[in-house]
């Protein structure tokens, strides 16, 4: 058995493409998966399956959420121990955290190819990508200055639209499940 985090994109966005979390808990369940654990509104799951392929068990997720809701869902799979091996390697130990700070981490479908000098700062000089490894990239936002900056656009200009981004207390949750 190998344990999963599964990141779903676009769902229970302000109020468009509504997935209940019970429902998402099932469909996984009827699928085969183990011990299914969905944390949060957003589209995080948790959960144990005997499946080694990790794409072709991407798709077949895929296809059996559009199935079930009607729209497509993008789902992004990352196995469990990189998840802890990110929160417990210092991944933000050099940035100065205050009240306007904000820590993000973004998955890719595919291990990145960009190559970028780092740290990225945007032009607006409030998003900054400070790593990117495998298929995570890790981001600071500061709002200090700007409440609407424009990191998730940079982020999809660079690395493309199959990314999904999840803020570092949520990453935190899903480790601790």
């Given at each position: 058995?190998?344990?999963?985090?599964?990141?779903?994109?676009g769902i229970?966005v302000?109020?468009?493409?509504k997935?209940p979390?019970a429902?998402?808990?099932?469909?996984?369940?009827?699928m085969g998966c183990?011990n299914?654990?969905?944390?949060l509104?957003?589209?995080?799951?948790?959960f144990e399956?005997?499946k080694k392929?990790?794409?072709?068990?991407e798709?077949?997720?895929?296809?059996a959420?559009?199935?079930?809701f009607?729209?497509?869902?993008?789902?992004?799979?990352?196995?469990?121990?990189?998840?802890?091996?990110?929160?417990?390697?210092?991944?933000?130990a050099?940035?100065?955290?205050?009240?306007?700070?904000?820590l993000y981490?973004s998955?890719?479908?595919?291990?990145?190819t960009?190559?970028?000098?780092l740290?990225?700062?945007?032009?607006?000089?409030?998003?900054?990508?400070?790593g990117?490894r495998?298929?995570?990239i890790v981001c600071?936002?500061?709002?200090?200055?700007?409440?609407?900056?424009k990191?998730m656009?940079?982020l999809e200009?660079?690395?493309?639209?199959?990314i999904?981004t999840?803020?570092?207390?949520t990453?935190?949750?899903?480790?601790?499940c």
């Amino acid at each position: 058995m190998i344990t999963l985090v599964a990141f779903l994109r676009g769902i229970n966005v302000g109020g468009h493409h509504k997935v209940p979390m019970a429902e998402l808990k099932t469909i996984l369940v009827n699928m085969g998966c183990n011990n299914v654990k969905t944390i949060l509104n957003s589209g995080n799951i948790v959960f144990e399956t005997k499946k080694k392929d990790i794409a072709v068990l991407e798709r077949i997720i895929e296809m059996a959420l559009r199935d079930n809701f009607g729209f497509a869902i993008p789902v992004i799979l990352i196995p469990q121990n990189q998840i802890s091996e990110l929160v417990n390697d210092g991944t933000f130990a050099n940035v100065e955290i205050h009240k306007n700070i904000r820590l993000y981490v973004s998955f890719l479908k595919e291990p990145s190819t960009t190559k970028l000098k780092l740290p990225y700062i945007s032009n607006d000089k409030a998003f900054t990508i400070i790593g990117v490894r495998d298929k995570f990239i890790v981001c600071v936002l500061d709002i200090t200055t700007n409440n609407t900056p424009k990191g998730m656009e940079d982020l999809e200009k660079l690395f493309g639209k199959n990314i999904t981004t999840r803020n570092w207390n949520t990453i935190v949750k899903i480790n601790n499940c």
